[in-house]
């Protein structure tokens, strides 16, 4: 009953209310023809969704796809996944009478956190991108950047089928911004000269940004600056780890963003690939990156010797500032491992933000009590009468989890401190630079976008996304993470395989084949065994009836499945059986056929010769 409920009320709106069949529906030619229903798609993403890199020859500043415009909306990158999608389902919607309208809202250099924050808040433009474009472009680069949130709101609200593909630079590059804005002098050199590295700027020039920023800040640049910034660069591998939950819980904040703007629509969330898999490229930038951290260290090192008052007549480190930073790496290995006896990771960053915050040592031993820390801990910072002295120790520790590599650091110093330029800087980026060139050469990435696609696959069926498999499209040939022409094409074809069936839901108003296959009863059930081909549809009676399909000269069962397995695609028609199968004279073959065919079978009748 259901069944035939249903399609008795499609039907009736299928016919405009006529009583009198197909033949008075087709030649009402003066009706007004009904309205055109619209779906709308929209596609959110970062660079790789925007089509970055497709139009290499404009430069950074005059791709297309760097910021959305009313041009770009009108006029979006036509090589990229996101409209070579709406292409096929333009395709798709014609199909069913609909016209389908896509945007393309990717935006490049944006985070998933970015993105969240976009449609969230009023007035937001992306912190990644800004400091992008500052940092590599020049001062006031970023102007070109505008508050995509009204944007965002306007074709979100309208959306039908929305698609997310984010999380690859809040892993990538999301350690680039976290240096860039660090407190930590050798720790911003070291993000501008990997920034430009990435971007392709040669070594030279990557490695004379850094050096400026340690000229500019050298009498801030102490033992400890030093030491903080080997230790941060050591744990970079690390860091980035910990970005993968963080970019899962990002991208799962846009979902429920776009759900909070927007229940009703459909969600493709679009998994990551590799994008770093040529081994030649790779190879370079690693060797770039060791080169241009070894002399920014060597640079660091002799400015914090040259700040603790502790060179020689020639300005080179002194055997004082080799015992200075070894007798600091003791203490901080000290400290450590009473923090690690009582505490786990996250604790501990919690008790030194707490003890960080004090203004003289009598507030830390006060703190101490107050928090009742072990008395091993608290002996261990009774040890300190300097507040300077134990924060120092303490901004070590908080660089990075695992210090156990900063003695080999300070060997370096008493080592190399009075050697040429070239071997000191050498010798130091051996020693820092590995993890860094790992991370950003992209040796440690397919592991972290693999860990990513488990976690976006979790979100998927949480939020009730379809989750896209994207991650085995074919490798390139260059080191650029954004996909060329073919890439594209490949995600495109895999998102539209992936969506197809829920838009032709929503295409047809929710109506599905499987809505009309209860009106058949268990003895008119017909298999697709028994259905007849397009091969055997005779034709030799000119009364012919319009929905005798397979022209045994009767409208019945037989026809309803052949034309129901058409529209699902398991067996398609031929020529002429796709005349007498289009009752409602659109020129398309689709779930109406169906109904109006299943409405006569039923009895209504709506079918004359």
Not at 80 to 91: D, N, Q
Not at 601 to 608: E, M, R, S
């Amino acid at each position: 009953m259901r069944g035939q409920k249903f399609i008795s009320a499609l039907c009736a709106a299928a016919m405009m209310g006529s009583a009198t069949g197909l033949n008075a529906f087709a030649e009402n030619k003066d009706a007004p023809a009904p309205v055109k229903k619209t779906y709308n798609y929209v596609a959110l993403g970062d660079s790789i969704a925007a089509g970055y890199g497709l139009n290499k020859d404009n430069g950074l500043m005059g791709d297309p796809a760097l910021v959305i415009t009313d041009q770009l909306l009108a006029n979006p990158v036509q090589g990229a996944y996101p409209a070579i999608l709406s292409g096929k389902l333009k395709e798709l919607g014609a199909n069913y009478g609909v016209d389908v309208q896509g945007t393309n809202l990717a935006s490049t250099a944006y985070r998933a956190a970015d993105i969240e924050k976009t449609i969230r808040q009023q007035g937001y433009k992306g912190e990644f991108a800004t400091s992008i474009l500052e940092s590599f472009v020049g001062e006031g680069a970023s102007e070109v950047l505008t508050p995509y949130h009204d944007i965002y709101q306007k074709y979100l609200t309208q959306a039908d089928l929305v698609s997310i593909q984010l999380g690859g630079n809040d892993i990538i590059m999301s350690i680039i911004p976290e240096m860039l804005e660090h407190e930590n002098p050798v720790i911003r050199a070291s993000a501008m000269s990997l920034m430009l590295t990435l971007f392709g700027t040669d070594t030279e020039t990557a490695m004379g940004a850094g050096l400026q920023i340690i000229d500019q800040n050298k009498e801030s640049i102490t033992a400890d600056t030093f030491l903080e910034a080997a230790n941060y660069m050591k744990n970079i591998g690390a860091k980035a780890e910990e970005l993968v939950q963080q970019s899962a819980d990002h991208v799962k904040g846009v979902v429920k963003a776009v759900q909070e703007v927007n229940g009703d629509t459909d969600i493709a969330l679009v998994g990551m690939f590799n994008p770093y898999r040529t081994a030649e490229e790779s190879a370079e930038v690693e060797k770039d990156v060791f080169d241009v951290l070894g002399p920014i260290f060597a640079e660091a090192s002799d400015a914090a010797a040259e700040t603790e008052e502790q060179t020689d007549a020639k300005g080179e480190p002194t055997q004082e500032f080799a015992e200075t930073i070894n007798e600091k790496v003791e203490n901080v290995t000290d400290m450590k491992e009473e923090l690690d006896k009582a505490f786990d990771h996250e604790q501990t960053g919690k008790v030194i933000d707490a003890l960080s915050q004090s203004k003289n040592m009598n507030d830390v031993m006060s703190l101490a009590s107050t928090m009742q820390l072990p008395p091993e801990l608290t002996s261990e910072l009774s040890k300190y009468t300097d507040i300077d002295q134990l924060k120092g120790t303490l901004g070590v520790i908080n660089s990075g989890e695992d210090v156990s590599e900063l003695p080999d650091v300070a060997a370096l110093i008493g080592q190399f401190s009075n050697s040429a330029a070239a071997a000191e800087a050498k010798a130091f980026a051996k020693q820092i630079a590995g993890p860094a060139a790992m991370q950003l050469a992209g040796k440690n990435v397919d592991p972290q976008m693999k860990s990513l696609n488990e976690k976006l696959k979790v979100i998927a069926k949480e939020t009730g996304a379809v989750y896209v498999d994207v991650y085995n499209i074919s490798p390139e040939t260059d080191f650029d993470p954004h996909p060329n022409a073919n890439g594209h094409q490949e995600i495109a074809d895999i998102v539209f395989a992936s969506v197809k069936g829920i838009a032709a839901d929503r295409m047809t108003g929710n109506m599905k084949v499987s809505d009309v296959e209860d009106i058949t009863t268990p003895d008119e059930t017909t298999t697709s065994d028994e259905v007849t081909t397009s091969d055997e549809v005779t034709t030799d009676d000119n009364d012919r009836p319009i929905g005798d399909i397979s022209g045994d000269g009767k409208i019945n069962v037989t026809d309803i499945t052949m034309v129901a397995a058409h529209v699902k695609g398991k067996r398609m028609l031929g020529a002429e059986a796709l005349i007498y199968a289009d009752v409602d004279r659109n020129g398309k073959i689709n779930v109406t056929d169906i109904i109006i065919i299943a409405a006569h079978v039923k009895g209504k009748k709506l079918i004359t010769r």
